[in-house]
């Protein structure tokens, strides 16, 4: 009788502990798990519980959603922190028009107040020309009273800033005919600067008007409100793989201009400006090397700078 009393108090204790073990599993993984919300023009991974940051990205030019979640897996290390991620659809542009701001910034503060995202900790950035789209629409919302989501930091992710740059780049390269790829998109950047811009050499001003950065006359008036925002400038200088690959210089490249970019904020005073390059980081999530990528971002050191760890 003795024996069998201490035999079903074992079995009870086991069964108390292993319920207590089950609770906590669930409490553990109740906390960290996303809400998944799919729109038409974005995708939010909402934490269930508390939420510590809200990382908005948008993608390079062709990329939605789901592009920027194959080549950029961020929202595994995003659940484990607590942080919301928000996926704009938001693409094809390398600069913004006033109108196309404002209904940006619209838009992106109706989806914050929707799903009651905190706006004491929002981070944006974004790849190739979203990452110009993270400059300018973060510009534009702290420099108008009416927004009330103003960014935290933004980062760019060897973005074409310079659009006098790509102007001149492109020439340079339809005269080497080296490359299709590099053919191909310098001919659709001649059309497509020219026919808004015209020839950066008859009204540079123009181009002035809607670049991040015109380097030729060091003009940084359009991220001008950003002085006491954190940003961070990420690119992979490369200058081998664009030899063999565009048979482009280094002043061809995105990082020249990016790394012009961060030493002309830090000497007007920008607050927190880190010009970040990185080296054989840049691959695709199919394998295939290139230092124009998502991947040249370290994901655990992005994390810990929106939670300032």
């Known amino acids: 009788m003795k024996r069998t009393s201490i035999l079903i108090l074992i079995f009870v204790v086991v069964i108390s502990c292993k319920q207590k073990k089950e609770e906590k599993e669930q409490i553990a993984t109740e906390k960290t798990k996303f809400t998944e919300i799919i729109k038409e023009d974005y995708e939010l991974y909402k934490p269930n519980k508390e939420i510590n940051g809200v990382l908005i990205l948008f993608g390079?030019?062709?990329?939605?959603?789901?592009?920027?979640?194959?080549e950029f897996q961020i929202l595994d290390i995003a659940r484990e922190n607590s942080i919301a991620v928000l996926l704009s659809n938001f693409n094809q542009k390398l600069w913004l028009e006033e109108s196309e701001k404002r209904q940006l910034a619209k838009k992106m503060q109706n989806i914050i107040i929707e799903n009651q995202l905190p706006t004491e900790n929002i981070f944006i950035g974004g790849f190739s020309s979203g990452g110009v789209v993270s400059l300018l629409i973060s510009n534009f919302i702290v420099g108008m009273k009416q927004f009330y989501i103003d960014p935290k930091g933004v980062f760019i992710v060897d973005s074409p800033i310079d659009l006098v740059a790509l102007y001149k780049s492109s020439e340079k390269n339809l005269k080497r005919n080296f490359s299709e790829p590099s053919i191909q998109e310098s001919t659709w950047l001649?059309?497509?600067?020219?026919?808004?811009?015209?020839?950066?050499?008859?009204?540079?001003?123009?181009?002035e008007k809607k670049a991040v950065f015109t380097y030729s006359t060091n003009n940084t008036s359009n991220i001008k409100k950003l002085k006491r925002t954190k940003i961070r400038l990420y690119t992979e200088p490369d200058t081998l793989w664009w030899k063999e690959n565009r048979m482009a210089d280094y002043?061809?490249?995105?990082?020249?201009y990016i790394k012009k970019l961060s030493e002309s904020l830090n000497k007007k005073g920008y607050k927190s400006v880190e010009y970040i390059p990185t080296t054989d980081k840049g691959y695709r999530a199919n394998g295939e090397r290139h230092p124009h990528s998502w991947a040249i971002v370290d994901k655990t050191e992005l994390i810990n700078w929106i939670l300032n760890k």
């Open 190 to 207: 001649l059309e497509t600067l020219g026919s808004n811009f015209g020839n950066p050499k008859d009204n540079i001003g123009k181009y």
């Open 60 to 70: 390079g030019y062709p990329e939605n959603a789901d592009d920027i979640k194959r």
């Open 251 to 256: 002043e061809q490249m995105n990082a020249f």
